[in-house]
């Protein structure tokens, strides 16, 4: 046939599917048709799935339950909200969480799943709220109870726990966040009155961003630099670096004390809930036993002492903080699980196009949809997995206080906080474009959560810098290993990274059957054997870098390489608590949906990772196979999507968004439309 008979016949199909299609747009079915292609996993037990998922259902009842007690306390629309009003709403919902006989401090200090639990949950109920109970307790209340000694715990858990002393974490300047070590604010002790004297030495040490400082804050915890006089009697001064002190910020009528100014930091990006401050202190005076001094301590002549090296005392005081981080990894699942389910909703009852002739499909149904949110709903379990590993990595540690398990949690809660945050701020614009125009309606909350969670990124700990935290302790580990000192939970399969780093097999790198791919095997060793890769590959780099350039410099020059190490081995081992998941779940149905999704995140991974062609780890055929299996487990999930966030959990009251009720797929609009006045 020839070429321009083709080209004829090419033209002649897409004037029929041009014409038809007015034809079809003029139907009112509003039922998605059935798309053939889309394969699925057998159904299973929402409710069990629930159960499985949820370790601490009484916890989500009760809590849920108080706000739907007081739906005043649940807003429809954030934006209509100045920062005032936003404030003291967030004070409302406080106070009756409070009222109802919750003890955050004592969850915080003794019932650390409860705790984190709250953070979750509470982070669909308002972020401004989560991010404002995190800095009483976990930051303001966390640090007296952590850094301070018993006569502290004594004097300050009550007042704290009930919001009688509403307190700040004192940490960020304005020239200084991440780089705690480089603090300015001075605390300098008066031997003559056995009182420390707190200054600002310039603009750049003015505190900055302090949450509850604008508005709530009576007392905070202030991190500063040491200084006592030199035992030599020459008036110089001996800096020990930053400690923290509890410093008084108002008096009970909410004035500053002389020598406190603070300042309101204004209108943010989001979180406006949060009343954020600036501050400067000139010769405030406080007793010298408000250092908090568990890890070091000075007496009444003045001399310092610590059972610590500097660098450890420093480590130890920051370690302590760890709390914080895990909170925010469990707020940011919140979040992320509310927009996959508002987006998979959604998506399975909105429709657009169809075959001609024939019904509109569901948005859900289009195989670039699904590439999009199936893949998300994957990570999204795998973080699940990870989070209450974390959890209970976490509560073992301050349990155990074993040495090697501190140091595991301090690593993995970094990684994972800053994995978590950056995946969810990523998915909340993508669920927001999945959604469509309806999904920029400040009613579906893309763009309050978005912007609230945003900053999720940077406090608690820069993202790259927490990455880089993670890395460190990977070469720490890997010098560790050749050296023969024990591993710890996490980083156990290093001891596999010689065979684990050798050529691969072309027998299993040209391997493209089915039951291989999804292999957990396979998946596992794939993930980790990238993981030890990195690992070799810059300890080399840094080896050969560091006797030219210096430490600092090498560091620098492979930074790159070192988060790619750090976000690696972060999805290792989210891969191996999610097959752990798969594994331990006894619905047998419910299993394979867990496993599908464990298969897809792995393989998505390995399919975007370009050290596995360059590597020859993976075949240009198996390449090809991998994709294919990736959009088959796609179809497969979409069948079994909407139990899958049903298992979540989520109340309609609490998720607020009318285009993601558990009600859309029987009336898709009928909320939509009341939000707006349409009964």
Known sequence: MADS??????????????????????????????????????????????????????????????????????????????????????????????????????????????????????????????????????????????????????????????????????????GHGSNVAALQTECVLDTTTDEWIVNTPDDSAIKWWIGNAAEDGKMGTVFARLKVPAPDGSGALDDHGVHAFIVPLRDEESQCF??????????????????????????????????????????????????????????????ELTGGRVGLTCGSLGVLKGAVTITVRYGAQRQQFGPAEGREVAVLDYTSQQLKLMPMLATCYALHFTAAFLVEQYT??????????????????????????????????????????????????FGALRSDHDIFQTFEGDNTVLLQQVAAMLLKRYKDKFSGNPLGATWGYLRQMARDSLPPNPLVSHD????????????????????????????????????????????????????????????????????????????????????AMADLFALQRIQQDILFRNDDYVAPEKAKAIKRMIEKLCSELRGVCCPLVDAFAIPDFILRAPIGLSTAAKDPYAAYLQSIGWD
């Open 512 to 595: 493209t059957q089915p039951s291989h791919l999804r292999d957990p095997a396979f998946l596992v060793k794939t993930l980790r054997y990238r993981t030890a890769r990195l690992l070799h590959t810059v300890a080399m780099r840094l080896r050969k870098h560091t006797r030219k350039l210096g430490a600092f410099q090498a560091w620098n020059k492979c930074l790159n390489h070192l988060l790619e190490l750090a976000r690696a081995h972060v999805e290792a081992v989210m891969l191996t608590n999610i097959l752990e998941g798969a594994n331990k779940c006894e619905d047998l149905d419910a299993r394979k949906s867990i496993k």
């Open 258 to 319: 002389p020598g406190v100014e603070i300042k309101d930091c204004g209108y943010k990006v989001g979180l406006q809930g949060v009343d954020n401050g600036a501050m400067r202190f000139t010769n405030v005076r406080i007793p010298r036993d408000n250092l908090l001094d568990r890890f070091a301590t000075v007496d009444r002549g003045g001399k310092y002492s610590s059972p610590y090296s500097p660098s450890r005392r420093f480590a130890a005081t920051l370690g």
């Open 5 to 174: 008979e083709i080209a004829d016949r090419r033209i002649l199909q897409l004037q029929k599917h041009l014409l038809s299609a007015p034809q079809a747009q003029q139907s009112t079915q509003l039922e998605a048709a059935p798309c053939a292609v889309n394969r699925s996993l057998p159904r299973f037990d929402a409710t069990f799935m629930e159960h499985y998922l949820d370790t601490d259902r009484g916890l989500k009842e009760e809590v849920y339950d108080l706000f739907k007690q007081h739906p005043e306390l649940l807003y429809a629309v954030e934006e209509g909200m100045t920062k005032e009003q936003h404030r003291e709403f967030v004070r409302k919902q406080l106070r009756v969480i409070l009222s109802s006989g919750y003890s955050p401090m004592s969850f915080f200090m003794k019932d650390y799943k409860k705790y984190f639990y709250m953070a979750e949950l509470l982070a669909l109920v308002d972020l401004s709220l989560t991010v404002k109970m995190g800095v009483q307790y976990s930051l303001w209340g966390g640090s007296v109870m952590n850094l301070g000694t018993e006569r502290h715990k004594k004097q300050y858990f009550d007042a704290i726990d009930k919001f009688k002393i509403p307190g700040c974490f004192c940490m960020t300047e304005l």
């Open 396 to 445: 073992q540690a301050k349990r155990t206080k074993e040495e090697e398990l501190v140091a595991d949690v301090h690593s993995l809660s970094a990684g994972l906080k800053a994995y978590t945050t950056q995946y969810t701020a990523q998915a909340l614009s993508i669920c927001r474009e999945c959604c469509g125009g309806h999904g920029y309606a400040a009613v579906n909350r």
